[in-house]
């Protein structure tokens, strides 16, 4: 059974950074390809960033330069870390795991860029 748990969403100032988590499982995790997705109210959900299995990666034009995606295949875990936050990066992040037809999702963790 594949589960995907993410962690590390909150409140933060903007200019400021958080660093979400998501711990995966029921997946050979060190052959898959992992991506962050996120939904701010009334909008559709997108792609943030994707990471390969050997680690290469790809972001949104967004976020290029401000969040690194990263991976532990020891701890079957991929990271976001985000930093210059901004108002408009307010969303409801998403793991996902690229197998089967849909793949896999998390349920996902609240960031709010606020002061």
């Known amino acids: 059974q594949v589960r995907l748990v993410e962690s590390g969403g909150g409140l933060v100032q903007p200019g400021g950074s958080l660093r979400l988590s998501c711990a995966a499982s029921?997946?050979?995790?060190?052959?898959?390809?992992m991506a962050w997705y996120r939904q701010a109210p009334g909008k559709e959900r997108e792609l943030v960033a994707r990471?390969?299995?050997?680690?290469?990666?790809n972001y949104a034009d967004s976020v290029k330069g401000r969040f690194t995606a990263s991976r532990d295949n020891a701890k079957n875990t991929v990271y976001l870390q985000m930093n210059s936050l901004k108002p408009e990066d307010t969303a409801v992040y998403y793991c996902?795991?690229?197998?089967?037809?849909?793949?896999?999702w998390g349920q996902g963790t609240q960031v709010t860029v606020s002061s």
């Open positions: 029921g997946i050979i995790f060190r052959a898959s390809v």
């Open positions: 996902k795991v690229d197998l089967g037809p849909g793949g896999y």
């Open positions: 990471i390969s299995d050997l680690g290469v990666t």
